[in-house]
């Protein structure tokens, strides 16, 4: 009984006063505030305050207007110890250049990549036990900006922006979820994770770097510096969150569209939030050229992870996990590649931690692509040798149909130094693992479809071994790409077996045919598991 014509039916408290960043001000490099340790607060359901086996300390009754004008009459007037600034990207020892932040500027001298370099000796001063319960007392407050998961660590991120400069959807704090059926039943794995980084304001994990670099422009518009909007070429998120944040601050956002070749529900999106959106003929690379091309001429302060300041907010993921996994690293993390900005923001919010004493390794990553769209598959697999841009195909991944990423110097310097993998995934082996990730309660995008048929190739291989703490990095929301699933499920892809479809069954309004229908289903093999 295959329909005919498929989906026509219709398409314990922590007192804000007593925040550990504030004592820091108060206490810089002081003995006291390195014995610093949260005060916790619990309430009973009747208000009254429980004691707690380390201190108690009732939270007075908000008197204050909203969480930003508590945050600013908060406001510490100590001087910050913290600082960050652009750096060459892997800069010759010795190197001296370096731009404020509050410069526009997005390559060094010779042309290369910058990083945004922290006072790691600052940080230094306040050993890992600090900083993990720091961290760990700003979870699920409504605290501003703590309540973000990004802004949580603020003091790793952007720690001389102002709290008031800050633009943020209190993004971040994405569930880790134990995929517990898919991985016992498709991999034989026991501790397999999705870090769902696409339950997030617009849907992906492009929030995270976005409230950074908006908050950052913010910033830079009250200094009165010439900027007068914020550009993006986009695969359709990238461009989501830019003009949700530009909105929510009132900063004009324009995008570059690859036309034709992005999600409905990803077009809508700017063009919702009011952004001046560009539906431009030609492919990713060649929007990304074109805005890197018209921002050097306008001031139009460029929002793409070429931008290193978009990273510093996407690191805080891989910070994140180590903190719900109670500060234990686990053995791998997988996440779908394209333009190459997020693997390399996993490996230096991982790096952090292990270098100011949070943990004491780092996971192998494993960077996953799109075999129509897979130029660092093919550099990894040249062994690191010329790497060579391409024209991507179409792929259902749609968000990684990138050739030319700009960010494959750090791809390829974190993958060094993780021991990392590259894998690639066919569109067949893309859309079959979506569908079974989806049949076991999921719904997730293509690209993690493609992360997770990288799981697969290295569970077949014995190279993750069935045992291994796995997280596979879920990078958008699944809502955001049905058609893919309709097509799918439609078994309407040319050349695609569909083997995991599903798709509705037509039956007439009538009982007996109801029922025929039915005993068919309860009877058949379906129904074993
Ligand atoms: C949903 C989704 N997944 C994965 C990626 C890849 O991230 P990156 O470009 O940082 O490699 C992107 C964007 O490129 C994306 O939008
Ligand atoms: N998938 C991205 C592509 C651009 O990546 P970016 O991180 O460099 O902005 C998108 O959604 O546009």
Redesign the pocket.
């Known amino acids: 009984m295959a329909p005919s014509c498929l989906f026509n039916a219709s398409v314990s408290s922590l007192n804000p006063k007593q925040d550990p960043i504030r004592r820091h001000h108060h206490h810089h490099r002081s003995a006291s505030f390195l014995r610093y340790r949260p005060v916790v607060v619990s309430c009973t359901a009747d208000g009254t305050s429980s004691k707690s086996p380390i201190e108690t300390v009732v939270k007075p009754h908000r008197t204050e207007d909203n969480i930003r004008d508590e945050a600013r009459r908060n406001r510490s007037t100590a001087v910050n110890p913290f600082s960050a600034k652009y750096v060459p990207f892997n800069a010759a020892p010795g190197s001296t250049e370096s731009y404020s932040l509050d410069e526009i500027v997005y390559r060094s001298r010779s042309g290369g990549l910058l990083d945004v370099e922290h006072d790691m000796e600052a940080l230094k001063r306040f050993d890992g036990a600090y900083w993990r319960d720091l961290f760990d007392s700003r979870v699920g407050k409504s605290t501003w900006p703590f309540g973000s998961g990004v802004w949580s660590k603020k003091e790793w991120v952007l720690p001389e922006i102002d709290d008031d400069d800050i633009v943020s959807a209190f993004e971040g704090n994405s569930n880790l979820f134990w995929a517990e059926r898919f991985g016992k039943q498709f991999l034989g794995m026991n501790d397999l994770w999705v870090k769902h980084c696409g339950i997030s304001h617009t849907g ?1 994990f ?1 929030d995270l ?1 976005m409230t950074v670099l908006v908050s950052q422009v913010n910033r830079l518009r009250k200094m009165k510096r010439p900027v007068v909007g914020v550009g ?9 969150a830019l003009s949700a944040y530009c909105a929510s601050a009132g900063i004009p956002s324009i995008v570059f569209l690859p036309a034709n070749k992005i999600s409905m529900a ?1 077009l809508v999106q700017p063009i919702a939030n009011g952004a001046f959106v560009l539906s431009i003929d030609t492919d ?1 690379d060649g929007c ?1 050229k074109l805005i890197r091309e018209i921002t050097a001429e306008l001031p139009i302060y460029l ?4 931008n290193s300041l ?1 990273l510093e907010g996407q690191k805080t993921a891989a910070i994140e996990i180590l903190q719900q996994f109670d500060w234990q690293v686990p053995d791998w993390v997988i996440v779908p590649g ?2 190459l ?2 693997i390399y923001a996993f490996y230096k919010g991982f790096k952090m931690c292990q270098e100011l004493g949070l943990v004491d390794r780092i996971p192998r990553m494993v960077c996953a692509q799109a075999a129509n769209a897979n130029p660092l598959y093919l550099h990894y697999k040249s062994g690191w040798k010329d790497f060579k841009p391409m024209t991507a195909s179409t792929t259902f991944a749609s ?2 149909q ?1 050739g030319d990423p ?2 494959i110097d750090r791809a390829v310097y974190a993958l060094k130094k993780c021991n990392g993998i590259v894998e690639e995934a066919t569109e067949e082996e893309l859309m079959d693992a979506m569908a079974q990730a989806d049949s076991t309660g999921m719904f997730i995008c293509p690209h993690t479809g493609v992360a997770l048929t990288a799981l697969f190739k290295l569970r077949n291989q014995g190279v993750i071994a069935p045992t291994d703490r796995t997280v596979v990095v879920s990078t958008a929301h699944g809502l955001k790409f049905t058609q893919s699933k309709i097509d799918y499920h439609s078994n309407a892809i040319p050349d695609m077996a569909c083997r995991f479809s599903n798709p509705p069954v037509e039956v007439k309004a009538d009982f007996g045919a109801v029922m025929d229908v039915l005993k068919g289903y309860l009877g058949s093999n379906t129904l074993t598991s």
Do not use: E, H, P, W
Not at 232 to 240: E, F, I, L, W, Y
């Open positions: 992906s492009k770097g993006c070429a986009s695969t359709g998120d990238t461009s989501a990803q990713f990304m929002a793409n992870s070429l978009r394209g333009n900005g997020n968000a990684i990138i700009v960010s």
